[in-house]
């Protein structure tokens, strides 16, 4: 250990911070993280937005863009506007040190070894992306690249609820569903690094077809996606005038946030979309519990924020879809890190890369 | 690593095996495990047999021991079989050194601090049950215990086709149904040693009441215990001359086993019974395999010996409920260990305790 520490008090990144007497007599120096040694840039890509962050050493986040995508952007446009939010952070007045190196979350699949996109189901004409090469050759950086819900889960483990625990699963609910599943305190990527593929597990066999090609999974029930797609059917059959008038008559652009915010206002269809949705989440999480026994699991993601109706439901089928000795061993936990999870798990990604170059 | 192999020199556990010249030229010892250091005894309860074996320390069956379990045997005669097929291992003619250590799988809960069994969902009245300290009290030597599907797992990652295997998993098809989970090549035991419980994931919403309190469990429709019911069914309301006829009449007796053989005959009612099993069973391992990412899936346990039917209906249903690019990156297998496995990872379990000692 005192090998890896003299490393990175030599290249700056740890700074003496005093000392400390310790119980035994004996005098303890303290170090820091040098915040200002290095920054890095995070970017996710979601379903619906592009989120970037520029943080230091500490994880401290300096800087942040937000950028909404509606269904339907074209693939070259939103690979601009990426390279655009990573150029701005590249460029930010608020960089306290120059970039290390930067971490890049796309939803899908990652080919591990050249870190490109495979495909993106939720991203219609995404695919073969060579998301690491596009950027370290624009930026000059490497670049390391993650599934998001994996990238957010990771944020958990280093800075949210995953702190200081093994065996946890992290379920990312947003415009598609995806989990980070943790055993003996490790990301378990799988023997293709395809993992967590939660939202394409079957909870009603022989149900609507997936974007995957199955039938029946659980993102067709029960993703921000599907919400939106029969909260816009319920406006346009006249089953709701509060989502009806939250969308000014246009259902197309009904999201699953403006669901979210009927049903707490007491909306009787908003609510009834969401207990179907916690029904079927509650499931295939329960069946997963029943699978992993973690001690926790953790409930983040763009669906999650200002959902207190969603996550009750979800509270309640979990209870009733979990074999009962493993039930009664986990804990239910809500992210606090928001909607910006997986952009801090991509810079964690980065930042993670820099300690296993000099340890 | 030359320390380890040092203790077990001098413990008799390795002897030299001559000598090899490396392709540097330079002469390496070669070493071999001394067979008849030290014995081993693994003992498996399940939930319609117990099988005990007698292993050497080169995994070698020196002595086997068979007992068939008939539902509702009461749990002190269980126990006491159990006793008496240690006993006569432990006396056994063909053993070639002493007993070293004792492993026993039971089918669920063990508790890892104390080794009791906690609760055998599928042998009524079993629980709460102090296998270690009474095995341990009787025999005078340490006992390991473990659940029968993980004690399996062990013994595929041992001696059968998770040898070499990182991420794979285990699923025991018999009277109950459970799994062994492998990640980064360890066992993933869980956050309170409950993992596995695939038996108790829920298939069919709302459906038949399980043993566990839940509903619409695998063990519900697709476990040795449910086709045997569902046999049993049939014959009453004579949907199947084949399966009267393989019983003599007696309904409540036909087992799972009779309905494999039924359905190799060509038998409609057998063949609908293990189509019905095949696809919940290949849809639960679906949905484990979109969570988990395993290279491999190995089908084992009583149900799928010599059972080739529902080997078929669980491979074409695995195809349909795996996510594709999940399907794609897997192996299905059948276990060659037949029946004995969850013994032989018992001896193994018993074993590996050995090897922690010295190393």
Chains 1, 2 share one sequence.
Not at 42 to 71: C, S, W
Not at 107 to 124: L, Q, Y
Not at 275 to 294: D, K, M, Q, T
Request: aromatic fraction near 6%; charged fraction near 20%; proline fraction near 3%.
């Amino acid at each position: 250990v005192s090998v890896a520490v003299d490393d990175l008090l030599e290249e700056g990144l740890l700074t003496p911070a005093g000392f400390k007497e310790s119980s035994a007599g004996r005098r303890q120096e303290l170090l820091a993280l040098n915040g200002s040694r290095g920054n890095f840039i995070g970017i996710d890509l979601g379903g619906t937005h592009i989120i970037g962050v520029l943080t230091d050493l500490t994880a401290r986040v300096l800087d942040r863009v937000f950028f909404e995508i509606r269904p339907g952007l074209p693939v070259d446009i939103i690979l601009d506007q990426m390279r655009a939010i990573c150029g701005s952070l590249a460029g930010s007045a608020k960089a306290t040190a120059g970039i290390l190196s930067i971490g890049i979350c796309v939803p899908g699949f990652i080919n591990p070894s050249t870190g490109a996109s495979i495909r993106a189901e939720n991203i219609p004409g995404w695919s073969d992306i060579p998301v690491k090469a596009v950027f370290e050759k624009e930026f000059g950086r490497t670049v390391f690249t993650e599934d998001c819900s994996r990238a957010f889960g990771i944020a958990e483990r280093w800075y949210g609820q995953g702190r200081g625990k093994k065996d946890f699963v992290f379920l990312d609910l947003g415009y598609g569903i995806g989990m980070a599943i943790f055993t003996g305190g490790r990301l378990h990527f799988g023997s293709s690094h395809k993992s967590g593929e939660i939202g394409h597990t079957i909870v009603e066999a022989g149900g609507r077809e997936c974007v995957c090609g199955n039938r029946g999974c659980l993102e067709t029930v029960a993703s921000g996606k599907a919400i939106a797609r029969d909260a816009a059917e319920g406006i346009k059959g006249g089953r709701s005038e509060l989502l009806s008038g939250l969308t000014q008559g246009d259902a197309g652009s009904v999201t699953a946030q403006d669901v979210a915010i009927a049903a707490g206002m007491g909306d009787p269809y908003a609510g009834e979309l969401l207990e179907r949705a916690g029904f079927f989440i509650g499931l295939a999480l329960g069946n997963a519990a029943s699978i992993l026994n973690p001690s926790a699991v953790i409930l983040g993601g763009g669906l999650v924020g200002s959902n207190k109706v969603l996550v009750e439901r979800i509270a309640g089928s979990l209870g009733r879809h979990t074999m009962g000795g493993i039930y009664r061993d986990l804990t239910l936990q809500v992210s606090n890190l928001g909607i910006d999870g997986s952009a801090l798990g991509s810079a964690a990604l980065a930042m993670n890369a820099v300690f296993d170059r000099v340890s």
